[in-house]
């Protein structure tokens, strides 16, 4: 045998030392290098078990997120107790496509160990067969408030969204399967908001905002919301492309997202303005 690792769970600590000097001194064989892994927890902190209803299974997961998130989920981290909950499963999701980003160049990282430890990580959640190109990548977080928005709608119907905000060029197989699990995920944690992300704004930021906040709130059309979120940028001194990045936040919890001005029609422009408000 050529045993080389092995994990182990904190309470076999003891028994896995007397195995290591069985090894060493008995066999003569070193002993295999050892990480130690704790269990998973619920978000309350709590143990996962059966009989408190909290499991959080490899089934039910894929319901709503790819392998690949799972797989990322075990490998990103082996040490230490996790909090763990369905609602991983977006940051995941987003995660996994800024990993394959870096992987095939997309996405710059100056810091050598971490280009590195990035592209291994992406290798494993593949289990060492990464794909040869890199998909069509849709921020998770988007897909599931589109279908919170279009929740009687069809796949189709989505589909077609992403395509008029930009986001996407054409149909595609791959993002109508992620459009499905977002609807399942939208259909069983209606009431699941997307963790908010912490912003910081400079005070021409926040007057901008204050300004669209005040727009947004009189909820009467708009002639070209998406030019006058550009005009309302550019009359405060703050780049466009920086207050889109902080719409993106407040709005997706992401940098990133759809041509904004139809986006926030679509998710209501008082629904915005109230979001605004409370991060400013």
Not at 32 to 57: A, R
Not at 144 to 173: A, Q
Not at 178 to 186: E, H, V
Not at 237 to 248: A, G, R, T, W
Request: hydrophobic share 35%; glycine share 4%; charged share 30%.
């Amino acid at each position: 045998f050529d045993i080389r690792f092995e994990a182990y769970g904190k309470d076999i600590m003891d028994s896995v030392k007397v195995n290591d000097w069985v090894s060493d001194e008995i066999l003569e064989f070193p002993h295999p290098h050892h990480v130690k892994y704790e269990m998973f927890l619920d978000k309350g902190g709590k143990k996962i078990s059966k009989s408190l209803g909290n499991v959080v299974t490899s089934q039910r997961w894929l319901t709503y997120g790819t392998h690949e998130s799972i797989l990322l989920l075990l490998y990103k981290r082996i040490t230490g107790a996790r909090e763990l909950g369905f609602e991983d499963i977006p940051a995941l999701m987003d995660e996994y496509n800024e990993l394959e980003n870096i992987y095939f160049g997309k996405t710059k990282v100056d810091n050598e160990a971490k280009l590195v430890k990035s592209k291994g990580l992406y290798e494993y959640v593949n289990l060492l067969n990464p794909p040869k190109n890199s998909s069509t990548h849709v921020n998770y977080r988007l897909l599931i408030e589109l279908c919170k928005i279009f929740k009687d709608h069809t796949v189709e119907h989505v589909v077609s969204k992403l395509i008029d905000y930009g986001t996407i060029k054409e149909k595609n197989p791959h993002i109508e399967k992620l459009i499905g699990l977002a609807k399942q995920y939208t259909a069983d944690f209606e009431e699941t908001k997307i963790p908010a992300t912490k912003i910081i704004v400079d005070d021409s930021a926040k007057d901008a905002l204050r300004q669209l906040a005040d727009l947004l709130s009189k909820n009467e059309k708009i002639e070209d919301l998406q030019n006058s979120i550009y005009r309302i940028a550019k009359e405060n001194q703050v780049q466009p492309k920086d207050f889109f990045k902080i719409l993106y936040q407040i709005i997706l919890s992401t940098n990133r997202g759809p041509k904004i001005g139809p986006f926030i029609e679509d998710v209501g422009m008082k629904e915005v303005a109230e979001k605004i408000k409370r991060n400013l």
